[in-house]
């Protein structure tokens, strides 16, 4: 089976660095990604690891670690519109296993 | 945006009921998805489909049935409705495991 643990709930400050952990364990495993979810709304692809180590995409970067069972998503430069629900997904044996998520609040 | 659609986006049903949802996309992806989202649960797996008429469970797939007779359409069937089966329903597409899946907009069920 597969598990994954994140934080429930996060607070930051706009312009602030914000890092949002993402645990698993899994019987198989094929790489992690990373998803955004606004309130109300559908969640839409940040990010995809299947190799050790960090992916930079702009704002955002995303860490894993195959070995300890890790990953991590860093948001730099915090704005208000980054105020969402970031879910963990890990895939293996063609399904895809997600978090609960982590909600975001970014504050002024 | 992936053109991915979901219909109805509400819907409200009484118990016992039978409901099905559709969803339809227009990339020609492969792979599509049903999940369920509720709190405290996160979104979990339904039911898949690899290919037209190729399918198979997810982790939470008692009550639900799927069919997959055209590349472009997924429906979800609710036999007979429950109650814990009200939740938000998402469709997703994708080329396989390894790649991104793209959601619909999702169809918010409520069984009474």
């Known amino acids: 089976g597969q598990n994954i643990d994140q934080p429930t709930e996060m607070t930051a400050t706009e312009g602030a660095i914000v890092q949002i952990n993402c645990t698993y364990q899994t019987s198989g495993f094929n790489g992690l990604f990373w998803y955004q979810q606004h309130a109300g709304e559908a969640p839409t692809f940040l990010s995809y690891?299947?190799?050790?180590g960090l992916e930079e995409k702009g704002r955002f970067s995303s860490f894993l670690s195959r070995s300890k069972g890790y990953s991590y998503l860093l948001l730099k430069e915090l704005q208000m519109k980054d105020s969402a629900s970031y879910l963990c997904a890990v895939t293996g044996f063609q399904k895809l296993v997600f978090g609960t998520g982590t909600r975001l609040l970014v504050s002024p | 945006d992936a053109g991915i659609t979901q219909s109805p986006r509400h819907k409200v049903t009484e118990t016992g009921t039978p409901v099905t949802l559709r969803c339809h996309q227009t990339?020609?992806?492969?792979?599509m998805y049903w999940y369920r989202q509720d709190p405290g649960h996160g979104l979990r797996l339904i039911h898949y489909?690899?290919?037209?008429?190729?399918?198979d469970k997810g982790e939470v797939s008692d009550g639900y049935s799927v069919s997959r007779s055209k590349t472009e359409d997924f429906l979800l069937t609710l036999e007979s409705a429950t109650s814990s089966q009200t939740s938000v329903y998402f469709c997703?597409?994708?080329?396989?495991?390894?790649?991104?899946?793209?959601f619909g907009p999702g169809t918010r069920l409520t069984v009474t």
């Open positions: 690891n299947v190799l050790d």
């Open positions: 489909s690899y290919g037209v008429k190729d399918t």
């Open positions: 997703a597409i994708g080329g396989g495991p390894s790649y991104e899946q793209y």
């Open positions: 990339e020609n992806h492969r792979y």
